[in-house]
């Protein structure tokens, strides 16, 4: 992974800029609402079934099984689901993890909103967000452990 430290735009008085570029490159995948919904349903009951699926986002979402069924095989076609056939019975499995798709969308944000700069999201999610003092410990626990692991 790249890593590049740039001047920031005196407008915005930002702390200096990293850019991910080559992580940021690999991100090809784009998760739809629609998409989140079913793999959320996935990861906690796969190997499921489009009616399962159904069944469980109806009260939420109220699709029809045609629906559900159109989109997981799209989604299986994209390769965010796999699908084994059991007879007449198809099952769904995730093919992502959560954590790779949490990791797309946080990706796409910092590209479209920050420019693919990390310490503008963080810088903003701190000055923006009402974080507890406990949040606070925690985040700063986490940066000194990843410059541990860094360390060597």
């Given at each position: 992974?790249?890593?590049?430290?740039?001047?920031?735009?005196?407008?915005?008085?930002?702390?200096?800029?990293?850019?991910?570029?080559?992580?940021?490159?690999?991100?090809n995948?784009?998760?739809?609402?629609?998409?989140?919904?079913?793999?959320?349903?996935?990861?906690?009951?796969?190997?499921?079934?489009?009616?399962?699926?159904?069944?469980?986002?109806?009260?939420?979402?109220?699709?029809?099984?045609?629906?559900?069924?159109?989109?997981?095989?799209r989604?299986?076609?994209?390769?965010?689901?796999?699908?084994?056939?059991?007879?007449?019975?198809?099952?769904?499995?995730?093919?992502?993890?959560?954590?790779?798709?949490?990791?797309?969308?946080?990706?796409?944000?910092?590209?479209?909103?920050?420019?693919?700069?990390f310490?503008?999201?963080?810088?903003?999610?701190?000055?923006?967000?009402?974080?507890?003092?406990?949040?606070?410990?925690?985040?700063?626990?986490?940066?000194?452990?990843?410059?541990?692991?860094?360390?060597?």
């Amino acid at each position: 992974m790249t890593v590049r430290a740039v001047s920031t735009s005196v407008e915005m008085n930002l702390l200096p800029r990293f850019y991910f570029e080559d992580a940021m490159a690999r991100v090809n995948k784009e998760l739809f609402e629609t998409e989140w919904a079913i793999l959320k349903v996935v990861w906690t009951r796969q190997p499921v079934t489009a009616p399962e699926v159904q069944e469980l986002l109806v009260s939420e979402k109220q699709w029809a099984y045609t629906t559900v069924k159109t989109l997981m095989d799209r989604m299986a076609k994209k390769g965010l689901l796999s699908v084994q056939k059991i007879r007449n019975l198809y099952l769904y499995s995730a093919a992502i993890s959560k954590s790779e798709a949490i990791k797309w969308e946080l990706k796409r944000t910092l590209k479209r909103a920050f420019n693919g700069a990390f310490t503008p999201m963080v810088q903003f999610l701190v000055e923006h967000e009402e974080l507890s003092e406990e949040e606070y410990q925690y985040l700063e626990r986490l940066i000194q452990a990843r410059k541990q692991q860094s360390k060597g």
